[in-house]
């Protein structure tokens, strides 16, 4: 049976997940509240790790916040060298295995190993969020095909769904910061072909 924490808890997420794809400052206080709903109950369904991803988030997502609201240096859209993102995944899978042994050999967590990649990998793509990467939203994509069945499995039958939306939004925000990164780059190439000439 939903309760309303689950209503609640993806509700608040929802708005965040959407304002991120659209490159918003606002997803990240919206992402704080949905954090600390999910945080209680990932912890009434033995989802230990999906917890500690929880309070993860919270942190960073204060770090992010700041991160976006710096007017004197804004960021931009980025890219990610391809061997430094091999680098990143390659570690998140390690992590991913000696969180999930952890828990599995320590706690009751349920599927340990499952619920540490959607940790690892959120974390990943959390920190590649905050820097405004583009690779961010295929490391979502990662998060929310393993999280999807998961949640389902705990009966989380609406988290569920929110997170089969949040793999379509994923694709959204691909495309959108792709777009915009593509803009920027053309703009910044016009900028300096400007300053060339005037000198």
């Known amino acids: 049976m939903l309760s309303f924490l689950e209503w609640a808890a993806n509700a608040t997420f929802v708005v ?8 918003h400052l606002y997803t990240w206080w919206t992402g704080i509240i949905g954090c600390i709903l999910f945080a209680v109950l990932f912890y009434q369904v033995n989802l230990y790790a999906d917890v500690t991803l929880m309070v993860f988030f ?21 890219r990610t060298s391809p061997w430094l993102l091999l680098l990143f995944v390659a ?19 349920y599927a340990p190993f499952i619920d540490s990649a959607v940790l690892m990998f959120s974390v990943l793509a959390q920190f590649l969020l905050m820097k405004r990467r583009i690779e961010s939203w295929i490391c979502w994509l990662i998060v929310d095909t393993i999280a999807v069945p998961l949640y389902a499995s705990r009966e989380l039958y609406l988290t569920s769904f929110v997170y089969g939306l949040f793999w379509c939004n994923a694709w959204y925000g691909l495309c959108s910061w792709y777009c915009i990164y593509k803009k920027e780059e ?6 300096k072909k400007s300053v060339i000439a005037v000198d």
């Open 58 to 78: 919270i942190a960073t997502s204060l770090y992010g916040w700041m991160y976006w609201s710096d007017t004197e240096k804004p960021s931009i859209i980025q």
């Open 91 to 109: 570690a998140a899978i390690i992590a991913t295995l000696l969180y999930g042994w952890l828990l599995f050999t320590t706690t009751n967590a």
């Open 16 to 23: 965040s997940v959407v304002l991120a794809a659209r490159n």
């Open 186 to 191: 053309q703009r910044d190439k016009q900028w």
